[in-house]
């Protein structure tokens, strides 16, 4: 069985991070192995939590497993509390990423044109290095302009679709160019495009931009369940385009599901019943 190292949080409530890669790898055939960087007792867009840091706990779990003398098919970073806990996932890279491991980042930095809380200039400069080391690169529109200087207040005063995609495109260009990785920018919804929304892959020669319908809600966890199904379908030997496709219909049918019951944003999507799609 294909094993995948996943880098992230551990939120009780809000179907993110390890909740919501742990079933999905493991519905895929993937044993999921986590190492937790903090633990939550709900994710941080609910009005209060508390958070447990786990940054001296992380070189633990490297030296441990060191002694196991284990590998991985697969490493997913997510949501991390600071710069010191990139350091770590760096030395973690040393031990266990070779020239057969896929290592997929989501650059969790901010969103909706703003950065969150935890942010500052050195852990967007450690995240630079980490994204350089990544196979698969899965941002925002905000993280990506981020990581390549691009302004999100420009990129959105194009009103021309067209222009607007012509300039997400430019950005996820030069993080393809600057990394080497297959670009995957979540979160895309052009001027004239309310009712729906998208993402956009690019890779070495082409790019590719694709949308579903949009109720208007932002959920917990979807981004993190959109790329958990790419890595086990990426392990799978599919190509991106099917991983994609077979994402965006298991989180279309979670949040049409979702949309009938009176479910916060905050909570995340009924995902559960749809695993089922990803056998």
């Keep these: 069985m294909k094993k995948v190292a996943i880098i992230q949080d551990l939120s009780s409530f809000g179907k993110c991070s390890l909740t919501a890669a742990i079933p999905v790898l493991s519905v895929m055939g993937v044993q999921a192995c986590p190492l937790p960087t903090a633990v939550l007792s709900a994710q941080t867009e609910y ?25 991985f098919d697969g490493i997913h ?23 057969h491991t896929l290592l997929l980042v989501d650059p969790v930095l901010g969103d909706n044109g703003k950065a969150y809380d935890n942010f500052e200039e050195e852990l967007l400069e450690q995240m630079k290095v ?31 679709e067209q222009d607007y995609l012509k300039s997400v495109e430019d950005a996820g260009r030069q993080l393809q160019l600057s990394t080497g990785a297959e670009i ?4 895309i919804q052009p001027p004239s495009r309310q009712d729906s929304i998208g993402n956009m892959y690019i890779n070495e020669t082409d790019s590719l931009f694709t949308t579903v319908p949009y109720n208007g809600n932002s959920y917990s ?17 599919v190509s ?7 994402a965006k219909e298991f989180l279309l049918a979670a949040i049409e599901d979702t949309a ?15 695993l089922r799609m990803l056998l």
């Design 77 to 99: 970073t997510g949501y991390i509390t600071g710069k010191e806990q990139i350091h770590q996932i760096l030395t973690f890279l040393e031990s266990f990423y070779t020239d």
């Design 184 to 187: 995957i920018i979540t979160g």
């Design 47 to 71: 009005p209060s939590y508390y958070c447990h840091d786990l940054t001296n706990v992380m070189p633990r779990y490297t030296e441990e497993w060191k002694k196991l003398n284990v590998s």
């Design 221 to 237: 966890g979807t981004g993190d369940l959109f790329a958990s199904v790419l890595m086990g379908s990426r392990l799978r030997g």
């Design 130 to 160: 980490l994204v350089s080391r990544a196979d698969i690169i899965t941002p925002n529109i905000t993280e990506c302009c981020l990581l390549t200087g691009y302004s999100y207040d420009v990129l959105h005063s194009c009103m021309d």
């Design 260 to 274: 009938l019951y009176d479910t916060s944003v905050e909570a995340g999507v009924n995902f559960e019943k749809y």
């Design 240 to 246: 991106m385009e099917q991983a994609i496709t077979l």
